[in-house]
């Protein structure tokens, strides 16, 4: 199969845990969208649903594909959110935010009962880093965070460049108006040291490691669908 038709597998596996009526969290990302359009036709058939999406892509999505949706102040608690992860590890920590949304994907998924992330094989590491870590930072003093930013992590023993996020020769700004440091630090065997480290820069508003938050993982691979379940 090929990677949109892996992504596919994994979102129809995702959707078979989505009861009638539930409160829904609904990621951002190109795997996620391969679930808006499942979950999407399966409301056509007259299934209940109430999302609450992490993004304006995704309302966006929705709203094309007749997707009801409510927002976290209307319903701040959730039943369930599907995500993707750009890296996740054998505990379920991911990395997210290679699509701009890891803010808005933290609280959700934060404010919800459970958390399942829907990716293919290739996001399975066994140990997070090869994807450049997102951290969304105020715009205000941008270059004294990221001096902090490379400061803490070489406290850390890491290394590796700090980049402002940039499409169309333009920063990229968030849902939140913020901007994006990708950090390419390489591997980072201790996720919490440097979660701790990063949320103790006034600058950075979130990072993209979650930590704790994924209760399952559906993967699917060219052998078929592994279910893989956070150890709590």
Same mark, same amino acid.
Do not use: Y
């Given at each position: 199969?090929?990677?949109? =038709?892996?992504? !596919?597998?994994?979102?129809?596996?995702?959707?078979?845990?989505?009861?009638?009526?539930?409160?829904?969290? +609904? &990621?951002?990302?190109?795997?996620?969208?391969?679930?808006?359009?499942?979950?999407?036709?399966?409301?056509?058939?007259?299934?209940?649903?109430?999302?609450?999406?992490?993004?304006?892509? *995704?309302?966006?999505?929705?709203?094309?594909?007749?997707?009801?949706?409510?927002?976290?102040?209307?319903?701040? =608690?959730?039943?369930?959110?599907?995500?993707?992860?750009?890296?996740?590890?054998?505990?379920?920590?991911?990395?997210?935010?290679?699509?701009?949304?890891?803010?808005?994907?933290? !609280?959700?998924?934060?404010?919800?009962?459970?958390?399942?992330?829907? $990716?293919? =094989?290739?996001?399975?590491?066994? *140990?997070?880093?090869?994807?450049?870590?997102?951290?969304?930072?105020?715009?205000?003093?941008?270059?004294?965070?990221? +001096?902090?930013?490379?400061?803490?992590?070489?406290?850390?023993?890491?290394?590796?460049?700090?980049?402002?996020?940039?499409?169309?020769?333009?920063?990229?700004?968030?849902? &939140?108006?913020?901007?994006?440091?990708?950090?390419?630090?390489?591997?980072?065997?201790?996720?919490? $040291?440097?979660?701790?480290?990063?949320?103790? !820069?006034?600058?950075?508003?979130?990072?993209?490691?979650?930590?704790?938050? $994924?209760?399952?993982?559906? !993967?699917?691979?060219?052998?078929? +669908?592994?279910?893989?379940?956070? $150890?709590?």
């Amino acid at each position: 199969m090929d990677a949109r =038709q892996l992504k !596919i597998e994994a979102a129809r596996a995702a959707l078979a845990h989505v009861s009638d009526g539930i409160r829904l969290g +609904i &990621g951002t990302g190109t795997t996620a969208e391969e679930f808006v359009r499942l979950l999407a036709a399966k409301v056509a058939t007259g299934f209940r649903v109430l999302g609450v999406a992490t993004s304006e892509r *995704t309302a966006a999505l929705c709203n094309e594909l007749g997707v009801p949706l409510s927002t976290l102040d209307e319903t701040p =608690q959730l039943d369930l959110t599907i995500d993707g992860a750009d890296e996740l590890d054998p505990a379920l920590t991911l990395i997210k935010g290679g699509g701009g949304a890891l803010l808005r994907e933290k !609280i959700v998924a934060v404010a919800s009962a459970r958390m399942i992330v829907i $990716a293919d =094989q290739t996001k399975m590491v066994g *140990t997070l880093g090869r994807f450049p870590l997102p951290i969304e930072v105020n715009r205000f003093g941008l270059k004294a965070t990221e +001096i902090a930013i490379a400061e803490a992590a070489s406290g850390l023993g890491l290394s590796g460049a700090v980049t402002l996020r940039v499409t169309d020769r333009q920063p990229f700004v968030t849902d &939140g108006g913020h901007f994006i440091l990708d950090a390419s630090f390489g591997r980072i065997p201790d996720t919490r $040291a440097l979660s701790n480290a990063l949320h103790a !820069i006034p600058g950075v508003v979130e990072h993209g490691l979650f930590i704790g938050l $994924a209760d399952m993982a559906i !993967i699917a691979g060219d052998g078929g +669908i592994e279910t893989v379940h956070a $150890a709590r």
